[in-house]
Nanobody, 123 residues
Framework: QVRLVESGGGLVQVGGSLRLSCAAS????????IGWFRQAPGKERVGVSC????????WYSTYVKGRFTISRDNAQNTLYLQMNGLEPDDTGVYYC????????????????WGQGTQVTVFS
């Protein structure tokens, strides 16, 4: 069973940047994908960006494309999300999650979740 621990959230002004990290222990080739999800207050958890564990293919939500970059360091077993040009609508709890199902960033197929890290963007 994979264990996911997020860090790097915080309070940032509009236009600023943050880099989230997800330390993933027990993450094996059995998993199809790993990625980042956001849950804003009172809203559903949605996919932000995900990475195919086998071929490295990435997916981004339309809203973050061009501003966020997902990457990983295999030696450190760590997944990153570089967030630039942050906007108030980026505010929420960001979760790292992994899936054994063949689905990129479809929330209901992800069965391993971290505890989340809060990102708050203010103007």
């Amino acid at each position: 069973q994979v264990r996911l621990v997020e860090s790097g959230g915080g309070l940032v002004q509009v236009g600023g940047s943050l880099r989230l990290s997800c330390a993933a222990s027990g993450f094996t080739s059995d998993y199809f994908a790993i990625g980042w999800f956001r849950q804003a207050p009172g809203k559903e958890r949605v996919g932000v960006s995900c990475l195919n564990n086998n071929d490295g293919t990435t997916w981004y939500s339309t809203y973050v494309k061009g501003r966020f970059t997902i990457s990983r360091d295999n030696a450190q077993n760590t997944l990153y999300l570089q967030m630039n040009g942050l906007e108030p609508d980026d505010t929420g709890v960001y979760y790292c999650a992994a899936s054994t199902a063949r689905a990129m960033c479809v929330t209901r197929y992800y069965d391993s979740w971290g505890q989340g890290t809060q990102v708050t963007v203010f103007s």
